[in-house]
């Protein structure tokens, strides 16, 4: 397959996302002085602005590459949930599956950027919680739009902030598989045992020790299929990807298992990288390439956000150059 041929099939996809969707607030300034009255720095704020987050930093960045999106959460009726669906409305993402509540408040992570470097993150966050009538209206509602649209693929983009819950996981992966539609698993510790027969489950190093309680796992390839061989098969997942940071990328299938060296970055922050590295790979396994090549592929756009001060989604042109310039397609 050619850049050309793959960058078509990307735009020909449909994929919803599904989980805790946020604000993510940005302050921009000059860090030149300390503080007087304490021992931190002084930030001259030169901008402030606000960007999708969460769950949406993930719709984001699927629609940076073309792909018709719909994004599915919960927020509060506040300043920040319509400052957010204003933002997603100006990146063309489907945001009517997005429910509000008045009870609800809409999760805001603000970080302060002091000559490009992140200083502080202030997050404002309160936990999801709804009645059954409400929880099954919201589920329901979102398996009516997966009969009408047809996604290609479905992610599951948990932040452990209540909008995903035990049953929405089991109706929508068993309705998912019926049809034969991808699903795709970014999992925190709460749900974590709770997703089975997915196509991809895809934890960073810190989520897959916490979640199989096992303090001794290391970030090497036989340590890694030793403590997922087993959580692999019991779970019935297809597909397994592990971000390990400056140690690349671990991925997994019941017959075979393998690492991607992470490649040389000027780092300036890893926000939201896991969330651009669950994008591209759902993206590539949507397309039908083999996990290898998806693993190595998303390996590539999640190293490349990390040069970039906050959360940002992947460049489209910078990233099917470097595609194309590392032979991987």
Not at 120 to 149: G, M
Not at 304 to 316: I, K, L, R
Request: charged share 20%.
């Amino acid at each position: 397959m050619d850049i050309k041929t793959f960058a078509n099939k990307i735009s020909e996809l449909r994929i919803f996302v599904v989980g805790d969707v946020m604000l993510d607030a940005y302050i921009w300034g000059k860090a030149e002085r300390l503080s007087p009255e304490a021992p931190v720095p002084v930030v001259q704020v030169e901008k402030k602005e606000s960007r999708p987050g969460g769950a949406a930093n993930v719709a984001y960045n699927l629609r940076a590459l073309g792909v018709d999106t719909y994004l599915f959460g919960l927020v509060g009726k506040d300043l920040a949930a319509a400052e957010l669906k204003k933002n997603l409305t100006s990146s063309k993402i489907n945001s009517k599956g997005i429910y509000s509540h008045a009870s609800l408040t809409t999760t805001i992570k603000t970080r302060v950027i002091g000559n490009k470097h992140q200083l502080l993150r202030i997050d404002e966050e309160k936990n999801i919680t709804l009645s059954a009538t409400e929880r099954n209206a919201f589920t329901n509602s979102i398996l009516e739009a997966i009969k009408k649209h047809a996604p290609h693929a479905i992610i599951f983009e948990d932040y452990d902030k209540g909008c995903i819950d035990k049953d929405l996981i089991e109706k929508i992966t068993a309705f998912a598989n019926k049809l034969n539609i991808i699903t795709t698993v970014d999992p925190k510790r709460a749900n974590f045992l709770h997703y089975k027969n997915v196509t991809l489950f895809k934890p960073n190093f810190a989520e897959i020790k916490n979640g199989l309680n096992a303090p001794t796992l290391e970030k090497n390839q036989h340590s890694l299929l030793q403590y997922t061989s087993d959580f692999l098969r019991n779970q019935k997942i297809k597909n397994m990807m592990i971000t390990l940071s400056e140690h690349g990328v671990y991925y997994a299938t019941p017959k075979q298992a393998g690492m991607h060296d992470a490649l040389i970055r000027n780092i300036a922050d890893v926000s939201g990288a896991g969330d651009t590295v669950i994008a591209i790979a759902t993206r590539c396994l949507a397309i039908v390439l083999p996990l290898q090549l998806a693993d190595a592929i998303a390996n590539v756009a999640g190293g490349m956000v990390c040069e970039y001060a906050g959360v940002v989604p992947v460049n489209n042109k910078l990233f099917f150059n470097e595609i194309q310039k590392l032979n991987l397609l």
